[in-house]
């Protein structure tokens, strides 16, 4: 069965649990969530942020993993009363002083037999006796049948139990919320703005009848073998075992033109005056650079990325290459600055924007252009 419910991106959807979250604090809302997505479209980093973000301690049942009576916990004869006693499992909330995220994950594909006993946890928050504290904020997760994972269809008596978030995968959303604020390799956020359409290929594979499909896991995995693998044959081999070989021997390409251009250490570190002979004149290049910028702004750094984010809508000016100015320079730095700005607002580094003349520079650019 379809899930008849607006899609949401990741970026979106964890503003919703977070509003869920306040709300419930407030006592406005008591409510269980469910995320339906494809296999490593990121429900499970949605609710480990949320938890992180809310100071709550996460606990994480993998429902395939487990029976009945892990939940319901072990019985126990009580002589003195003559009456069977059950001792809960330690895997569920009980500090009611400690805030907490219940995170069930793999829902779609337990057993039918334990969906019951998983009932009580979504609507009473109870499970036998033992009732989840008011601070506990209940989150549940799990594939599709269509989405090629092993999955039972939800019946209503669940699904009713729960409010639904469709999660779909966009390259904009996953960039801006997951891959510059985990500092992945910026050659990926930089193939994925020119190809958004290979960031979730499960579909297209399933129809295929291949194995490997690109999805937003995949190329975070892919990002930490560029981190980790020097060796370039050995590396190939590696990513197309983890994002399929067709889509790997493109990116490869990609690779390599922003590996032999990218120097973002040695332009934070030159003169100004010397910085322009280390852009990269390729748009690839280019665009890696904005992200690797961003990932390389800290307090003491933010002045000069800054300057060198600047510079790129001013490179055609400064460097004698034709090919420049049939690129979209200024696009690549307005987009490099909106993203830089987000970093600065969350850091609190607003005062060293407002005291860089190469910012106030951009600014009045934009503003005479009616920007």
Same mark, same amino acid.
């Given at each position: 069965?379809?899930?008849?419910?607006?899609?949401?991106?990741?970026?979106?959807?964890?503003?919703?649990?977070?509003?869920?979250?306040?709300?419930?604090?407030?006592?406005?809302?008591?409510?269980?969530?469910?995320?339906?997505?494809?296999?490593?479209?990121?429900?499970?980093?949605?609710?480990?942020?949320?938890?992180?973000? *809310?100071?709550?301690?996460?606990?994480?049942?993998?429902?395939?993993?487990?029976?009945?009576?892990?939940?319901?916990?072990?019985?126990?004869?009580?002589?003195?009363?003559?009456?069977?006693?059950?001792?809960?499992?330690?895997?569920?909330?009980?500090?009611?002083?400690?805030?907490?995220?219940?995170?069930?994950?793999?829902?779609?594909?337990?057993?039918?037999?334990?969906?019951?006993?998983?009932?009580?946890?979504?609507?009473?928050?109870?499970?036998?006796?033992?009732?989840?504290?008011?601070?506990?904020?209940?989150?549940?997760?799990?594939?599709?049948?269509?989405?090629?994972?092993?999955?039972?269809?939800?019946?209503?008596?669940?699904?009713?139990?729960?409010?639904?978030?469709?999660?779909?995968?966009?390259?904009?959303?996953?960039?801006?919320?997951?891959?510059?604020?985990?500092?992945?390799?910026?050659?990926?956020?930089?193939?994925?703005?020119?190809?958004?359409?290979?960031?979730?290929?499960?579909?297209?594979?399933?129809?295929?009848?291949?194995?490997?499909?690109?999805?937003?896991?995949?190329?975070?995995?892919?990002?930490?073998?560029?981190?980790?693998?020097?060796?370039?044959?050995?590396?190939?081999?590696?990513?197309?075992?983890?994002?399929?070989?067709?889509?790997?021997?493109?990116?490869?390409?990609?690779?390599?033109?922003?590996?032999?251009?990218?120097?973002?250490?040695?332009?934070?570190?030159?003169?100004?005056?010397?910085?322009?002979?280390?852009?990269?004149?390729?748009?690839?290049?280019?665009?890696?650079?904005?992200?690797?910028?961003?990932? *390389?702004?800290?307090?003491?750094?933010?002045?000069?990325?800054?300057?060198?984010?600047?510079?790129?809508?001013?490179?055609?000016?400064?460097?004698?290459?034709?090919?420049?100015?049939?690129?979209?320079?200024?696009?690549?730095?307005?987009?490099?600055?909106?993203?830089?700005?987000?970093?600065?607002?969350?850091?609190?580094?607003?005062?060293?924007? *407002?005291?860089?003349?190469?910012?106030?520079?951009?600014?009045?650019?934009?503003?005479?252009?009616?920007?």
């Amino acid at each position: 069965m379809s899930v008849n419910t607006l899609p949401v991106t990741t970026g979106e959807a964890l503003a919703v649990l977070w509003q869920g979250w306040q709300a419930q604090a407030t006592g406005g809302l008591t409510a269980s969530w469910m995320l339906h997505g494809r296999p490593g479209i990121g429900k499970t980093e949605i609710v480990q942020t949320l938890a992180t973000r *809310a100071g709550a301690m996460l606990f994480d049942l993998r429902l395939t993993t487990i029976e009945p009576q892990d939940l319901r916990g072990l019985p126990y004869y009580d002589h003195a009363t003559q009456r069977t006693i059950w001792y809960r499992p330690e895997d569920l909330p009980d500090d009611p002083a400690q805030p907490a995220v219940l995170f069930l994950d793999e829902l779609t594909a337990a057993p039918p037999s334990l969906q019951p006993t998983v009932y009580g946890l979504l609507q009473e928050r109870r499970i036998g006796r033992h009732r989840l504290p008011d601070t506990c904020f209940v989150v549940a997760a799990g594939n599709g049948p269509e989405d090629g994972a092993i999955a039972y269809d939800m019946g209503t008596a669940l699904s009713d139990r729960l409010i639904h978030l469709s999660l779909r995968a966009t390259a904009q959303d996953w960039v801006e919320n997951y891959a510059l604020p985990h500092n992945l390799h910026p050659a990926i956020p930089a193939f994925l703005r020119s190809r958004p359409d290979l960031l979730e290929t499960t579909a297209e594979t399933l129809q295929r009848g291949q194995t490997i499909a690109c999805t937003p896991r995949s190329w975070a995995r892919v990002s930490a073998i560029l981190h980790a693998v020097p060796d370039r044959r050995l590396r190939d081999v590696m990513i197309a075992g983890t994002v399929g070989e067709a889509p790997a021997a493109e990116f490869a390409l990609v690779l390599a033109d922003i590996t032999a251009s990218l120097r973002v250490e040695e332009m934070i570190a030159a003169r100004p005056a010397e910085a322009w002979a280390l852009y990269p004149t390729s748009l690839h290049g280019l665009t890696a650079l904005t992200y690797a910028l961003i990932g *390389a702004a800290e307090e003491g750094t933010i002045a000069r990325i800054i300057a060198l984010m600047a510079g790129i809508g001013q490179l055609h000016r400064h460097r004698d290459d034709p090919a420049l100015r049939a690129l979209p320079l200024a696009e690549l730095c307005t987009h490099g600055f909106e993203l830089l700005l987000q970093k600065a607002l969350a850091r609190g580094w607003q005062a060293q924007f *407002a005291a860089s003349p190469d910012w106030a520079a951009y600014a009045k650019s934009r503003a005479e252009a009616g920007l």
